[in-house]
């Protein structure tokens, strides 16, 4: 675009110079609103083969906020899965394991995505929590939404269950307590015994 003229109305060539800077502008001005519009679609088009997964992998090492099945996790994403997080919460040290599937929302400074470097299944990090009989808390969802927490020692892992040592009254002997993993949507490793499987 050439630099502004001052003409008067007598000046015909001045006029026609105006108009077509004004017409090069005019152009200009479409050229960047197609080529916004173009890079909004190369952005939504990118969004569209990522998933929540790869979504929040890209937060790993920053803080995150997560809500699982009512229960609020604040703290570093220390690792991510293809179906599960690990978190080490701010309030009380704790690690916390998150299914992805009972995930309400998540709350991160980010828009990176990055593939989930763990693609083991919530089944392997819990694994290894039963091969040092470690204490945990897990948030076990019913069919109808409620939520409960069960604690005990992480006896075993099976294919599809999990089996925590129970709590015997007096005088009666432990009992074992199975949940089905699909319904665990989060487990609480304390921070005094956190080093053990996690």
Known sequence: MGASRS?????PEGRFA???????AVEAGRDLH???????????????????????????????????????????????????LRIAEEA????????????????????????P???LSFASPLRRLSAERTQAVLGAVSGSGEVRALEGGVRAVGDDYVELAGQ???????????????????????ATVRGAGL
């Not at 105006?18 to 090069?24: A, S």
């Open 7 to 11: 003409c008067g109305p007598a000046d």
């Open 18 to 24: 105006l108009l077509f800077e004004d017409l090069e």
């Open 34 to 84: 197609e080529r916004a519009g173009e890079f909004s679609d190369l952005v939504a088009g990118e969004l569209a083969d990522h998933g929540l997964a790869e979504r929040v992998a890209g937060a790993q090492g920053m803080r995150i906020a997560v809500t699982a099945a009512g229960a609020v996790i604040r703290g570093v994403l220390e690792l991510a899965a293809e179906t599960w």
């Open 92 to 115: 009380s040290g704790a690690s916390v394991l998150v299914a992805l599937g009972h995930v309400d929302e998540v709350r991160l400074g980010t828009r990176r995505h990055a593939r």
């Open 117 to 119: 470097p763990q693609t």
């Open 168 to 190: 015997g009254g007096a005088g009666r002997e432990r009992v074992s307590v199975l949940v089905p993993l699909r319904r665990i949507a989060w487990v609480r490793v304390p």
